[in-house]
């Protein structure tokens, strides 16, 4: 019996190499999950501050990522204690911060700060060695401050710095005012990357970590919940002490007024208070979700080793927001994520693996952020392992597959990109936790997780900064393989791998000749052009009483191997497991191909034009979890909305004309974009874009 290729045959046939890949037992314990498995995965790069398809060029232009003034560089920050007092109901913030810091190995004749030309400082003195008032100019968002005389190398001083501000939110979210259902004002602030400098002076360097000490005064009635522990409370002041150093993008502040949940946590991660800080209408339901914690910090615990911030606390801190931020101890956790049915189940675990990855050991700069993304995306799909098996794991890894999305950009992103949502779209996320699936796999489980503890446990990363080659530097150790392949084709080429598959069989003497031709087809790419990726794949054959796995090494544009089977092969499936990135080209075995249906649909909004509400529709095949974004003309998102919807059927926004804050937009065209995650036909899980324009007239 002969079947012929299903790919022509003119290309010159390549020898065959085969290797057998033995796994290792599994670091990770299956199938403890107590909720179902989820029907759709929430996106962690959609939760988190992502605008996932804004990519500005890189032309003359762009400012580029914010680099440190060099003269940041001749001093080390080692303590900020601030003194705040907040109004919110006046979007007001007042304070002193004092400065402990010691100078590197030259002589210091000024302090360079960050501050925002909106905020306003008042007066700046030295404490320490001297008590001095000095002098200073703040203009193109510097404070330059000079000293009475130099501070020579290894020397420490104090200033204080006074200042006050109306901050307005600014890159991912800044400083923010909003009110919940209910009517109390939520004063929130997430400055990551670059945003502390938008209302408190400091060095905003993520690589000068130091210790904090905060007193917020607040108005009667509210709670400031900051980082580490609180210490202090008296009257309506709130005293926080975070006694690890930590960078300037994890500082936070949240004030509101909270209903307290409080528990112990004892297990592998340590023995310390959980304590989160909710909305009074959201704890009964926010307790349901975080059930789950302490199951989760033992999974780390034993993974990752002890939570990083010992003796403090660990918690969800609510605010009006449909996204979460890391902030040690103290998670910034929007409200749209409390549903009281789990469904962001990986999202809290995605924010508890920021404790290590991210706030324990942080990147050296921001195109290093798959180092906290990518951790912690692949993070959610070992705990989605632990929970639901390899069934799980497999379905997280496919639904994090954005073939669509991996051609725009390389993992460690671009320097010369100043949007700060840019650092934060899908490729560190997902790519990201790819990269790390597939490392895993090349080099075994047991070497997998020996390299995450050591990378974690390395006393020059600890509470310090690592970049992508200290972490390759551990793969290496570990497996004892050089590894610079592996890292420069998915660190720095952009796009994945595409596949075009063949294969044929033929019977004879009671034996089954299997002949499988795979070739790479991607599109060149800037950095390799059409080198072939360097791979191994999972080949599985089927046919009467056979089902056999075959592992082949791929690294050529066109490449044959044959197999012998005691039985007719009679259907060939390639990467069923899902432990490579790729996309097949054209291939009929693999499930979601480019001529399914796709199962989101957009259907017309109406009215259209409008005034002053429009319905956005669109339905689906199947439950979704949806992103309805809403942009200017110019591209500036205005609005961005989370909503999830449990069976098939049409699905609608309703916009109502104003912005994100509530305010109302002018006349002209609005663009909307959906990103709907949910499953295809064949009940594999996927990602789709829907895209419409509407006219609003005033
Ligand atoms: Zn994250």
């Not at 911060?97 to 002589?107: G, H, K, L, S």
């Not at 460690?412 to 840019?422: E, G, H, L, M, R």
């Not at 050591?454 to 972490?471: G, H, I, V």
Request: proline share 8%; hydrophobic share 40%.
């Amino acid at each position: 019996m002969l079947r012929r290729f299903l790919a022509n045959l003119s290309c010159v046939v390549q020898p065959a190499t085969v290797v057998v890949v033995l796994l290792c037992g599994p670091a990770i314990a299956h199938g403890s999950g107590q909720n179902a498995m989820p029907e759709v995965w929430p996106q962690s790069c959609l939760i988190e501050s992502a605008d996932p398809f804004l990519l500005q060029p890189a032309g003359p232009e762009a400012l580029g990522m914010p680099v440190p003034d060099a003269r940041q560089d001749l001093f080390d920050v080692l303590h900020y204690g601030l003194i705040l007092e907040v109004v919110p109901a006046d979007t007001l913030i007042a304070g002193i911060v004092t400065i402990d810091f010691t100078a590197r190995d030259q002589p210091v004749t000024q302090i360079v700060l960050d501050l925002k030309d909106r905020m306003t400082c008042f007066s700046v003195t030295m404490t320490s060695p001297l008590q001095s008032a000095l002098t200073f100019v703040h203009s193109s968002d510097l404070l330059v401050i000079d000293l009475p005389e130099p501070l020579g190398p290894g020397e420490p001083g104090t200033i204080a710095v006074a200042f006050l501000g109306h901050p307005e939110p600014e890159g991912l979210f800044g400083f923010r005012i909003d009110s919940t259902p209910a009517g109390d004002l939520v004063l929130a602030t997430v400055s990551e990357p670059w945003s502390a400098r938008s209302w408190w002076p400091c060095k905003d360097d993520l690589t000068d970590k130091a210790t904090f000490s905060v007193d917020i005064r607040v108005p009667e009635g509210m709670t400031a919940v900051s980082i580490g522990n609180l210490v202090a409370q008296s009257d309506n002041t709130f005293s926080w002490v975070e006694t690890e150093p930590i960078p300037t993008y994890l500082f936070s502040l949240t004030v509101s007024n909270f209903a307290e949940l409080v528990d112990d946590y004892q297990g592998t991660a340590g023995d310390f208070p959980l304590h989160h800080y909710l909305f009074p209408a959201d704890a009964a339901a926010a307790e349901l979700d975080l059930a789950v914690l302490p199951d989760m910090l033992d999974f780390c615990g034993g993974l990752f080793g002890p939570y990083p911030f010992t003796g403090q606390q660990f918690g969800m801190t609510e605010c009006v927001w449909d996204e979460a931020m890391e902030h040690p101890t103290a998670v910034t956790w929007g409200d749209v994520l409390v549903t009281g049915d789990g469904q962001f189940e990986t999202i809290v675990m995605h924010e508890l693996a920021h404790m290590w990855f991210g706030d324990l050991v942080t990147p050296t700069d921001w195109t290093q952020v798959w180092l906290n993304e990518g951790f912690a995306t692949y993070c959610e799909a070992l705990w989605a392992e632990h929970q639901w098996g390899q069934a799980g794991l497999r379905s997280f890894m496919g639904a994090h597959n954005w073939g669509f999305g991996y051609g725009w950009d390389t993992l460690v992103k671009n320097a010369a990109i100043s949007d700060p949502t840019y650092y934060f779209n899908p490729i560190p996320y997902n790519k990201g936790a790819w990269v790390l699936h597939m490392l895993r796999r090349w080099v075994g489980d047991a070497d997998f997780f020996t390299i995450l503890r050591n990378y974690l446990e390395d006393p020059t990363l600890r509470f310090a900064n690592a970049s992508s080659s200290d972490f390759q530097q551990h793969c290496e150790a570990v497996s004892g393989q050089d590894l610079e392949w592996f890292f420069h084709q998915w660190l720095y080429r952009n796009n994945h791998p595409v596949f075009r598959m063949g294969w044929s069989e033929v019977w004879q003497d009671g034996q089954d000749q299997v002949t499988i031709r795979l070739e790479q087809v991607q599109d060149p790419d800037p950095l390799d052009g059409n080198a072939p990726y360097k791979v191994q794949a999972d080949i599985r054959l089927r046919g009467a009483g056979l089902d056999t796995m075959v592992t082949v090494a791929n690294d050529q544009a066109d490449q044959m191997y044959t197999f012998t089977m005691p039985a007719v092969v009679t259907s060939v499936d390639f990467d069923p497991d899902l432990w490579l990135l790729h996309k097949m080209d054209g291939s009929p075995y693999v499930a979601g191909t480019p001529s399914a249906p796709q199962p989101v649909r957009l259907l017309a909004a109406y009215p259209n034009p409008f005034n002053p509400r429009c319905n956005i529709l669109w339905e689906a095949d199947g439950p979704t979890l949806d992103v309805v974004e809403i942009f200017d003309v110019a591209g500036r998102r205005i609005l961005k909305r989370l909503q999830s919807t449990a069976g098939p059927g049409p699905r609608d926004f309703l916009w109502d004309g104003n912005d994100g804050a509530g305010k109302p937009r002018p006349s002209g065209t609005y663009l909307y974009r959906i990103t709907s995650s949910g499953r295809d036909a064949e009940g594999s899980s996927g990602t789709w874009l829907l895209r419409g324009k509407i006219q609003l007239v005033r």
